[in-house]
């Protein structure tokens, strides 16, 4: 796949975990160094209990996943965002949102949540479906560690 006279995009996906905000750290550094946009999206649905059981409005859950993804990206710039970051919404589910949105994209990152029920397993459902399916080179970056009780 070739993205010759494309403008250069790294999409970034943003759950509001501390791997997500990290994969936010290191795809600005790339996007600077390769002159790219920065396209950090926070994807969101409908949950399937919502039809049956929810009385909330559909804004909501939208309005909730802008939330997120403004704070997310707060944490990893602070006041000023860089001027090359866009962001938006995609809705859908995440793991396809994301492979579909890579179509258009020069690089995909995301986060390693690491909210699996092994630890120690290298990726998650949304990155290994993404490092698998991606129509793009995909970076997956993991929440820093904290505390000295970490494997080196």
């Given at each position: 796949?070739?993205?010759?006279?494309?403008?250069?995009?790294?999409?970034?996906?943003?759950?509001?975990?501390?791997?997500?905000?990290?994969?936010?750290?290191?795809?600005?550094?790339?996007?600077?160094?390769?002159?790219?946009?920065?396209?950090?999206?926070?994807?969101?649905?409908?949950?399937?209990?919502?039809?049956?059981?929810?009385?909330?409005?559909?804004g909501?859950?939208?309005?909730?996943?802008?939330?997120?993804?403004?704070?997310?990206?707060?944490?990893?710039?602070?006041?000023?965002?860089?001027?090359?970051?866009?962001?938006?919404?995609?809705y859908?589910?995440?793991r396809?949102?994301?492979?579909?949105?890579?179509?258009?994209?020069?690089?995909?990152?995301?986060?390693?949540?690491?909210?699996?029920?092994?630890?120690?397993?290298?990726?998650?459902?949304?990155?290994?479906?993404?490092?698998?399916?991606?129509?793009?080179?995909?970076?997956?970056?993991?929440?820093?560690?904290?505390?000295a009780?970490?494997?080196?």
């Open positions: 796949m070739s993205h010759q006279g494309a403008d250069k995009r790294i999409l970034v996906g943003v759950d509001g975990s501390e791997a997500s905000v990290e994969a936010l750290r290191h795809a600005q550094h790339l996007a600077t160094a390769v002159g790219a946009e920065l396209d950090a999206v926070t994807c969101w649905e409908f949950p399937p209990i919502y039809e049956g059981f929810v009385e909330m409005e559909a909501d859950f939208e309005k909730r996943a802008r939330e997120l993804l403004e704070e997310s990206v707060a944490k990893a710039f602070g006041a000023t965002v860089p001027e090359n970051v866009v962001q938006h919404l995609l859908g589910p995440p396809q949102a994301l492979i579909d949105a890579s179509r258009k994209a020069t690089m995909l990152v995301v986060g390693r949540r690491g909210h699996g029920g092994f630890p120690g397993l290298a990726l998650g459902s949304v990155s290994s479906a993404c490092v698998a399916h991606a129509e793009c080179p995909v970076l997956v970056v993991h929440a820093p560690h904290h505390g009780d970490q494997l080196h």
